[in-house]
């Protein structure tokens, strides 16, 4: 892992758009699916999974079944996690609102939730619980009636789908559940199959093939954002413990080969501490060759001059995960300007938010995080303005209007606001 002056690392961040051909295979499943609908996923899981799959919905005796094959601690663990997480996005939820004005005018906001929602869950060769979690949770607390959750069949095994995700999903109450992945799974949710109905928005991260999907059916659906390579920022003052430092990057790191996972420190004896202790967990560590691939590609150990200068890396950064490891972190939460979470102190690591504590760990990434937000609650709402004006608030106001309708050349406009003047100015007269 690079040791180097901040000032010779581009904090450039870099939107993922793949490789021609991978928007075109991309193209191609997208407008197959569209025109053949259930034949193509079928057809597509068999190529790209390599799973022959009798049926795309997962029966309610597969969903009962999976509590068989999972353990009582991991039960108790994801009932304790859904309760943080549910108790944290209550407290997103907005209300609709109407206001009164004196001339008897009424304007106001009115806030739905939307109807239904697709929900893509990563699956295959790993199995990821946590995103059930996280991405179910706020479109219940929200008010959505109708989730539907696709993730893939096993890769190169049976057409069954992890018991882990199956409970999760079980325990939070959704039973439309469909065993298709990738890109296909995105136009199946965005154009409706013969089996699985179109919703109106997407949601959960994937593969580039999966995000790609994402872009190419927005304005068809809603998505939740483009995801790129999950992502941390640790910055860390010569108080801390290197092998807490250590094992914060390298949780990130194992994610994939693209992940970048960078320390910044005012200190350099942490800096080669922290360089000793990675390359001694990562012999220990099951999934190090992705790890070491990431830290070796993506990693970097930053010295900046002062905390302040690490908090500007972190700002231009805008990093997906910011953890201040820092002895008194809290004077420099306020700095912090750009990350889509951001993680206090020694204790905080970042599993902790990733699983258990509540807030979401659907993150922008890709430096996003300098105009983007967490998933939450208000992801899974649509607002209507209202507007009721009154006879006296048209007379009072509508020569404005006509004067702003003629300035952008909208005769139309203007007559609409103008015929109602004159015929209730003649009314009052």
Known sequence: MRLIPAQQFSLQREAEYGTPEQNEAVRTILETVRREGDAALLRYTEQFDKVNISGLRVSEEEITGAYAFVEPAFLEAIRKAADNIRRFHEKQKRSSWMDLQPDGSLLGQIIRPLQ??????????????????????????AGVSEIVMTTPAATGGQEGISPYILVTAAELGVREIFRVGGAQAIAALAYGTETIRPVDKITGPGNIYVALAKRMVYGVVDIDMIAGPTDVVVLADETMDPGYVAADLLAQAEHGETSPAILVTPSEVLAKRVQQEIAEQLERLPRRSIAAQALNERGAILLVGSLKEGIDVINRLAPEHAELLLEDPLPYLGAIRNAGAIFLGKYSAEPVGDYFAGPNHVLPTNGTARFSSPLNVDDFVKKSSVIYYSREALLENGHHIVTMAMNEGLEGHARAIRIRLEKEGKANG
């Open 116 to 141: 239904r929602v697709g929900i893509y869950v990563p699956g295959g060769t790993a199995a990821y619980p946590s995103s059930v979690l996280m991405n179910v949770i706020p479109a219940q607390v």
